[in-house]
């Protein structure tokens, strides 16, 4: 189970920063450049489900992954627990903006779309936004590697 459940974790990890990674460097500025298309909402809708997916995978079994840690009395001399602080910490940041963007970026940028108006300002602001959540899951990836060692020395 401990396996499986580490597995599950990182599939949706990789997933879900590939996912953004693929979206903000080569989708949307490939799309961005030939206009409103049926494409661009269609890639938004479905990169939405997988994306969420993904991160209700990464939660659940980063829930999981908790109940492992060594005891509490364990954690101070190595570092853990500010560690797992700022993880936690960011991973509530992630989830406030992937929801922002998927929510309210994705779908201004769909009734745009629908409308026929410009989506060049929109597709601008969601590709920022969608690298600095890159930025923090990689953020992310190193904090659980820390953690998962037990803290850094």
């Known amino acids: ?5 580490l597995w599950l974790h990182l599939l949706a990890a990789v ?13 949307f500025p490939i799309l961005a450049k030939r206009g409103p298309t049926d494409a661009l909402a269609s890639a938004v809708r479905r990169f939405r489900r997988v994306a969420w997916t993904a991160l209700v995978v990464l939660v659940l079994t980063g829930l999981h ?3 492992r840690l060594p ?7 190595s570092g853990l627990a500010p560690l797992l602080a700022l993880k ?8 406030m903006l992937s929801a922002h ?3 309210g970026l994705a779908a201004r940028l769909l009734r745009e779309l629908a409308a026929g108006t410009s989506t060049h300002r929109i597709v601008r602001t969601i590709v920022r936004v969608d690298r600095v959540v890159l930025l923090l899951g990689v953020i992310l ?13």
Do not use: C
């Open 101 to 103: 963007r998927d929510f």
């Open 141 to 153: 990836l190193y904090l659980g590697l820390a953690v998962s060692r037990g803290g850094i020395s």
């Open 65 to 67: 992954n908790l109940t």
């Open 15 to 27: 997933v879900w920063l590939g996912g953004l990674l693929f979206q903000s460097h080569i989708l």
């Open 1 to 5: 189970m401990k396996l499986l459940t």
């Open 88 to 95: 936690l910490f960011l991973v509530v940041v992630v989830l």
């Open 71 to 77: 005891p509490v009395a364990t954690w101070s001399p």
